[in-house]
């Protein structure tokens, strides 16, 4: 079966974000009224897995194996068949 | 329309009836297929066709269409101008070209006939240099535009077999406190396009692993609707691995990224005016950068270069395929046959016509004798670089171009690249302006201050540590000059292992003095570029000229150009400075008016023994302080006038010959070892360059201004803040002052003062106080300009 | 061990780009270098063969995703079991910028058990962005980490900094905590400091990327692998100090040179 999981890498609360912050700025040089961003990745895999089951317990390794670094990002994912 | 047709082939493909037609028709097939040829132009294709007794197919006239754009065949800089004072046969030839004839440089290895100069450093090893513009792209996408801009002249550094070791960029923008309000529909703000360009040079310099040493970020309002980038780069090429040697026979190997729809018709889109609408139909020219692709290649390419594999290189730029393929075998006098449906595409269901004239980066040619293919395969697949045998070179003198089995095109290399000249003509000189009356002002500290801060002579020290300034460990004076981070005149850089012998790299631009006489920038410029290099005790000057022009079909812009050009021919003359490689980029206007004429010189130097450099900033307490060369009250195009909103009209002009004589006697003094110091006086005059030196070597210093040399009987400001050219501030060590003055005999100067601990800038004429400032203060006016915003 | 017959391993990747300066740094102190590709090496998976182990600095593939996970994850996939061996054994491993960066992803740092699985610090983006601006860092080293047991305690080295993302980061939650680890188990190898010597106490520029606790450099508990986000490398000749000029003439060695001598003899010594 095919998969599309659409993977977002987000910053764990309590890091400074500079870019995030240089971006709140420019915005806000811009004349908006920004109060705060937060920068984030986000990435779209496309993969083939037996099941759904087994589809979400391998974009789950793929997210802790290398799209985020547990130590700042958190991670949060949509999966569907393609 | 009728006369062009569809092909019965199972992909893309037209014919084009060029028989017979009229000048509309010819317009119109031009305006159909997206082609940017001039009628004339357009005519001597269908006559071509009309001898040939045949039609013409799509890619032939996209291949005509490249090859005779501005960008790739530099016809303004080739045609013939008809002026006042003469015709001109071809700018180029009369006033650049023309230097290496008549100054017999035996050191100049091979220049204006590849993709950069390359001029000798040590016996076996040669240094390659060159310097390109990437205006339009970088007006439409500043961080794109400006890192393929960068990566394309890297690839012109390997396209000579060299490695790369440096690069230069050198930035304009209008004001970045511009008012949004007053801009034109379809401009992007200067904050905007300064920071894409600034990340997108540093993005693409810092990854390949290249660092970038010399530059200069000028601001001014002619650049708000023209953004000026600038890229150069350096490499070493032992002499004996520049192979220029391709036989019938010898194979085309495609290596680097995939081809895709990424750049197609970027070149006539660099050769046309930018309009309001240039954002959305000009998308698709813009080009992705991927630093990494070419780093892989960097490295390949060495050991092809090393092993002597290859018998001949170009990197695919503008044009794409069609001029990288065309060049290399109508220069060889060959011909070649190339498959276009081996190349491997980024983008599904891509025309021919596409494939041959896109401009995605990251590619390079090479011709490669068969008995070596699968060494050269082998190398670049090691460094995980894609390769595709594109096709073979031979005697034909045709470049025959397959797809699927098809023949899709035949061009006759040799009219591609002899187009009809270009005439023109201009009668223009340059305007008469007013000198205007600035009063006199009570605080000459406070004006200092003001000129510290002026965006154009402030720190670009935001801008300069974004790049990697030092990466492979050659770089031995930096663009910041020490923990204060002072700006260095020039770098120097010590490429081989085992060899003290270095370079120096240095540029010279000011679009003011332009605003006023081309003639007199352009002899302003290459004096800069060469002072520059004087600082750090560098010689034997080799010039690269980079011309960012308007319109050249207006009178007064070409005029401009035959002024610069001249300028450029006479000043080089006499510092028996050579030309070795250039670039030019016309047609830069906008909605805002033409841009300022600018024209970049890059000097590159040597430094005999880098142990030797000198850096900029004071050095002991003590010391003696001098200036060379006459102050005189010449102020137009000053950073000064501009302070009071003026342009002026006494630009600074010079003579050459008691410049370059000056220079020569400095360098004898640095080798004697009599000089601790050296700084030039450019934007902002005398008083900035002191106040520079001061306040980076964290030392004060005690000046009489009354002893400064001056041509006449000059006012205090003037004296401080003219920016008169040939003038340089040297500190000598106290007890040496003698031996330095002996050397120096024949020269206009004067000891104007002595360093001191006291960390402040005393200024005095004839006992009189005229600025006490001290160096925190100094240095935080020089600063914060820049330091307030990314 | 003769200093001659010692060998180090430099390896690269696409994208690394201070590989040259570190292979001439070692190469003048005696021992032979090697500079390989780590295609090559995932071939020839010949890492016994080597003494000393350097991941250089650079971008490699592109920092894409973070800097140095995806060479970091590709070596751990295709030569991670040579790699702890040869961790195990005792010989130096060093990360310089982009390499320490990829020797957290790998998990070698902080390795407060050995090698973890998931990275257990980060080197997040810096607060000022990319710069490349020298620096003053201190040695803060007790003895563990023995590849630096050359230099005196409180020596301070000056050399620049060229990175994006080095901004030293433990989990928030236990960052006290294992702070104190690492002073209990003398992994902390490298601080930021100002021009008197004193912590730079997170002030820019002098901490150049907003570092917890003005870390510049770590080891392991064992003490055998090294990371630092400074360049020693490019500051290994008298000639490329920022303010050599205020000399006639240039001082043969700058201050990376008793970095990279201190891991030869130590290696020389002791293998």
């Known amino acids: ?82 | 329309m009728t006369r062009i047709q569809r092909s019965d082939f199972s992909f893309e493909h037209h014919t084009v009836d060029l028989l017979n037609a009229g000048d509309e028709e010819l317009k119109e097939i031009a305006e159909t297929l997206g082609l940017g040829l001039s009628l004339e132009e357009l005519r001597y294709i269908r006559d071509h066709y009309l001898i040939q007794e045949r039609k013409a197919t799509d890619i032939e006239l996209q291949t005509f269409d490249q090859t005779m754009s501005e960008h790739c065949s530099h016809k303004t800089f080739a045609g013939i101008i008809k002026t006042p004072e003469g015709t001109v046969n071809g700018l180029l030839k009369t006033y650049l070209m023309s230097l290496i004839d008549e100054l017999e440089p035996e050191w100049c290895f091979s220049v204006f006939k590849d993709n950069a100069g390359i001029v000798d450093f040590t016996e076996d090893v040669g240094i390659a240099i060159k310097v390109e513009t990437h205006n339009h792209p970088s007006a439409i996408e500043p961080f794109g535009g400006a890192a393929t801009g960068l990566g394309g002249v890297i690839r012109d550094i390997m396209g000579v077999w060299a490695n790369p070791i440096a690069n230069t960029d050198v930035l304009c923008f209008g004001p970045l406190d511009y008012d949004y309000e007053k801009l034109p529909e379809g401009v992007k703000h200067p904050r905007y396009l300064f920071s894409g360009v600034v990340d997108g040079i540093g993005s693409y310099g810092n990854s390949i692993g290249i660092p970038t040493v010399n530059g200069a970020t000028v601001f001014d309002e002619d650049y708000i609707g023209n953004v000026v980038v600038y890229a150069g780069c350096i490499g070493t090429i032992p002499k004996d691995q520049y192979i220029r040697n391709i036989k019938a026979g010898d194979l085309m190997v495609l290596a680097g990224g995939k081809t895709g729809l990424d750049g197609i018709h970027g070149v006539t889109f660099a050769s046309a005016e930018l309009t309001e609408k240039s954002e959305e139909v000009s998308r698709p020219a813009v080009q992705i950068a991927n630093p990494i692709e070419e780093e892989k290649i960097k490295r390949a390419i060495k050991q092809v270069s090393d092993l002597k594999l290859g018998s001949g290189i170009t990197d695919i730029g503008g044009g794409g395929l069609s001029c990288g393929v065309c060049e290399t075998a109508e220069t060889y006098g060959l011909g070649v046959e190339a498959y276009l449906d081996r190349i491997p595409l980024k983008a599904e269901d891509m025309a021919p016509w596409e494939i041959w004239i896109s401009e995605s980066q990251e590619r390079m040619l090479l011709a490669v004798p068969p008995e070596n293919l699968s060494k050269v395969l082998k190398i670049f697949e090691d460094e995980q670089v894609e390769t595709t045998v594109l096709g073979e070179y031979n005697e034909s003198g045709i470049a025959t171009l397959y797809f699927h089995g098809e023949i899709i095109g035949k061009l006759v290399l040799q009219d591609l690249f002899n187009p009809p000249k270009l005439n023109r003509e201009t009668n223009w000189s340059p305007p008469k302006l007013e000198e205007p009356v600035i009063p006199e002002l009570e605080d000459l500290g406070e004006a200092l201050l003001q000129l510290l801060s002026a965006y154009n002579i402030a720190s670009k020290e935001k801008v300069v540590r974004r790049y990697d300034q030092e990466v492979k460990g050659q770089t031995v004076i930096k663009p910041l000059q020490g923990w204060k981070a002072g700006p260095s005149d020039a770098s120097v850089l010590k490429p081989l292992e085992g060899e003290w012998k270095g370079i120096s790299v240095a540029s010279g631009i000011n679009p003011r003095y332009g605003k006023i006489d081309p003639y007199w920038m352009a002899a302003s410029v290459i004096d800069e570029a060469v002072r520059n290099s004087v600082c750090v005790g560098g010689r034997r000057w080799a010039l690269l000229d980079n011309f960012t022009w308007g319109n050249p079909e207006y009178e007064d812009r070409l005029g401009g150009l035959v002024y610069a050009c001249r300028g450029c021919y006479d000043t080089a003359k006499v510092y028996g400075t050579p030309f070795v490689s250039g670039k030019d980029s016309l047609y830069n206007e906008s909605p805002m008016g033409p841009v300022a004429p600018t024209l970049l010189i890059t000097s590159l130097g040597i430094v005999p023994d880098i142990r030797k450099a000198i850096s900029m900033e004071l050095k002991e307490t003590g010391n003696a302080l001098y200036v060379i060369g006459v102050t005189k009250p010449e102020l137009g195009g000053s950073e000064y006038y501009k302070l009071h909103d003026e342009l002026g009209a006494s630009v600074p002009k010079l003579d050459a010959e008691r410049n370059i004589t000056a220079y020569r006697r400095v360098l004898d003094a640095m080798d004697w070892g009599l000089v601790r110091a050296c700084h030039d006086c450019s934007e902002g005059g005398l008083a900035v360059a002191v106040a520079e030196m001061a306040f980076t070597g964290d030392l004060g210093v005690d000046l009489d201004i009354g002893k400064v040399p001056v041509s006449e009987n000059m006012r205090e400001d003037y004296v401080l803040f003219s920016e008169s050219n040939g003038r340089l501030i040297i500190e000598v060590p106290a007890e040496l002052t003698s031996n330095f003055e002996a050397v120096m005999s024949d020269t206009p100067m004067a000891c104007i003062g002595a360093v001191k601990k006291d960390r402040a800038v005393t200024m005095t004429k004839d006992g009189e106080p005229v600025m006490e400032l001290d160096l925190d203060t100094l240095i935080s006016a020089w600063k914060k300009p820049l330091e307030e915003r990314r | 061990m003769n200093k001659e017959d010692i060998r180090v391993l430099i390896l690269r990747a696409p994208g690394t780009n201070c590989d040259l300066e570190a292979v001439r740094s070692f190469r003048e102190l005696g021992p032979q270098v090697d500079l390989i590709h780590t295609q090559k090496m995932f071939k020839d998976k010949n890492l016994e063969d080597y003494d000393v182990l350097l991941f250089p600095g650079g971008f490699s593939y592109g920092d894409y995703v973070r800097s140095g996970a995806i060479w970091a994850k590709e070596c751990e996939y295709r030569i991670g079991k040579e790699l702890s061996e040869f961790v195990d054994e005792g010989k130096p491993l060093i990360g310089i910028c982009n390499g320490f960066q990829q020797l957290v992803e790998m998990g070698f740092l902080p390795g407060w058990k050995g090698k973890s699985l998931y990275p257990e610090a980060a080197l997040g983006n810096s607060t000022h962005g990319y710069q490349n601006r020298w620096i003053r860092m201190r040695y803060e080293g007790k003895g563990n980490c023995d590849m630096m047991g050359g230099l005196e305690e409180g020596f301070i080295l000056q050399c620049p900094v060229a990175h994006g993302e080095g901004r030293f980061i433990l989990p928030p939650d236990q960052r006290e905590e294992l702070l104190q680890r690492l002073y209990d188990l003398d992994m902390m190898v490298w601080r930021y400091v100002r021009e008197d010597g004193s912590y730079a106490e997170n002030d820019w520029p002098e901490n150049p990327n907003g570092a917890y606790h003005d870390v510049a450099g770590i080891c392991n508990p064992e003490g055998n692998v090294l990371g630092l986000m400074p360049h020693p490398e490019r500051a290994f000749y008298g000639y490329l100090m920022p303010e050599w000029t205020k000399q006639s003439t240039p001082p043969e060695h700058g201050d990376g040179y008793p970095f990279f001598k201190s891991i030869v003899d130590y290696v020389e010594k002791n293998f």
């Open chain 1, 1 to 82: 079966m095919k998969f599309k999981a659409f993977v977002y890498v987000t910053l764990k609360s309590g890091y400074s974000d500079p870019e995030g912050d240089t971006t709140a700025d420019a915005l806000k040089g811009l004349g908006y009224s920004v109060n705060k961003v937060r920068a984030s990745k986000a990435y779209e895999v496309y993969f083939e897995g037996k099941d759904k089951e087994q589809a979400k317990a391998l974009i789950e390794e793929m997210c802790r194996r290398l799209l985020t670094n547990p130590t700042k990002d958190d991670y949060r994912f949509e999966l569907s068949e393609q």
